[in-house]
């Protein structure tokens, strides 16, 4: 009977532990499944690179398009499809790379006629409203350094996501002469820029 009696209490013994094992189990469970729900609608940051990145711009001269690209992109950029609002875009890119693939003209746009990279070795843009936009694009509103002219700029762009990171397309078009660029030169006043910036997580 004695032995009867101890078996049953240990048996009982093993079904609390059982019981607690399995409660522990749970809670584990719980608060992963939490970490990660939380964790997919944070914040992420990201950092644009060169690498798969190009900045184009499009300008007239003499009615023919020229064409020219920047490198040397870095910046802090904060993104969140599920919550946009809470994203924001920091990127400066590095004046003195303009590309034209005419060596004598790049050097003309370095000079403070046009870039004045010597003063001015950094172009901004800095968010200051991130908005959905139509067909699931978004809407970028922020401020565009040039030299020591900045104005706000506003346009769509689109995401594709791509590894640890994403790409960002959009096009916009400025007024060379808002940022005092090129003075009374013979290039057209409107210039289109197109982006295709990869950033990857931090």
Known sequence: M??????????????????????????????????????????????????????????????????????????????????????????????????????????HLQGDTYFDVKNYPRIRFESTRVAAGKSGTYMLTGKLTIKKQTKTISFPFSTTASGDGYLFKGTFSINRKDYDIGGTSTIADELEVALNIVVKKN
């Open 2 to 107: 004695q032995n009867l009696q101890s078996f049953l209490t240990a048996f009982e013994m093993t079904k609390r532990v059982g019981s607690c094992i399995k409660i522990i189990i749970m809670k584990k469970l719980i608060l992963l499944i939490i970490t990660a729900a939380v964790s997919a609608g944070a914040t992420a940051q990201y950092k644009p690179v060169d690498q798969g990145s190009s900045l184009q711009f499009t300008i007239k001269n003499f009615g023919f398009d020229v064409t020219g690209t920047f490198t040397g992109l870095q910046g802090d950029i904060k993104f969140n499809p599920q919550n946009i609002a809470e994203s924001s875009f920091d990127v400066t890119l590095d004046a003195a790379s303009v590309n034209t693939n005419n060596g004598l003209r790049d050097h």
